[in-house]
């Protein structure tokens, strides 16, 4: 023990952050899927994607949902930040590792930071298109009409692995899960998820001007 | 079938002179049946080159001084054989651990540290009486034990751990799972908020971000993805409480 160290000593603060870190990160899966399920109304029509989106408008759910998204996506960061090598050393000797050991599970982890490094971006973006224009289905019709098509497709598949990831490292930490079924049963469930969103963007595209 | 011709490239390092970089060296070698990485590297140090530095003690998987690099993978050397392997295999030592020149490693001043900061020894307030009879541990308790004291510190979770690599403090997989076999012990008298003391930390089981490469590794095949999930919840029922 050196003294800086016995002079700051926290007793349990690294546990506080890796438990912000995991409830949130549950927290944020769970609402992208429901999220995307949201979104997958348009599949019921028109009609049925502008009322569950006049529903959420109408009694204040797309205030709380963002309030919610952007006190959990902060707490998320600021928790999975220190995870992130920050020395240029410490990133060589990651991806040199990586390279070396050609682990599945180590590469994922580092294809988890670059995702979530970049959904950062994405995500903010995307929550203050979202406040200022609103929701329904006119809106997002003419936004897949334009180059924003490129960005709902880098978005959704980020957000899905980055999800997926996740879910899984976290599961795999806490529990007694049996690692190879769960691993199936996440990419069942993301390629699903993925598919929904994609399918999702293409109706909205061929919808196009008819709105 | 005609023996294979066989090309090893070795990681080749001597911290004494470090003028000369460290560098890969190429050596070849015939196949011959039922061959091991302790024959392989024995007969090039025989035969080619008496200088290239490694360990091995017992060969026979239960020393673990033989762990190093095996075309990338944290493994035992004594316990591959060289017909699961490609024709070309590099050789490379295990990181994290000091080096002490080509494949060798001290593995052990590592194991000392950490078993001193997880206080890894049975604490008692009990005083011996040698007369007693000894106190029973029901079967199950002891296997389970057992079955945590089975690690030979051979440092392959440690090598193959990105976290380890990269922060010099953490315990890793072997000191986790060293700290379990206590929590499991009827005679080690610690509570739960001792153990938060020495594994309740970023540098103990906090600081473990799952990549599991140390369960995919362990050449004795430890559960340890169990064993860190236990140590993780008992942790958070310790940490929930303090």
Redesign the interface.
Known sequence: MQLQKALTRT??A??????VQTVSGLLLVGFLWTHMLFVGSILLGVEAFNRLAGFMEQFRLLDVAVVFVILTVGAHVGAVF??I?SRWQ?QK??WK???????S??WS?LFQAVTGSAMLILVIIHVFIVVYAGINAKLSADRVQSWMLGFYIVLLLLAEYHASVGLY??L?????VK?RSLKKVLSVITVCTIALGLVSLWLFLSLGDSL | MSPRHLTFRIFRYNPDTPKHPPSIQSYELQEETGMTLFIVLNKIREEQDPSLKFDFVCRAGICGSCGMLINGRPTLACKTLTRDLPAEISLMPLPVFKLLGDLSVDTGMWFRDVSLRTEAWVHTGKTFNPNEQEERMDNETALNIYEVERCIECGCCIGGCATANIKPDFIGAAGVNRVSRFMIDPRDERDEQEYFEVVGSEDGIFGCVGLMACDDNCPIGIPLQGQLAYVRRKMAVAGWKR
């Open positions: 007793s349990k690294d546990f506080i952050t890796e438990m220190r995870r090598p410490e000797i990651v590792h990586a390279r070396t050991i050609k682990h599970d180590t982890w490292r976290a795999v930490k806490w529990g007694y690692r």
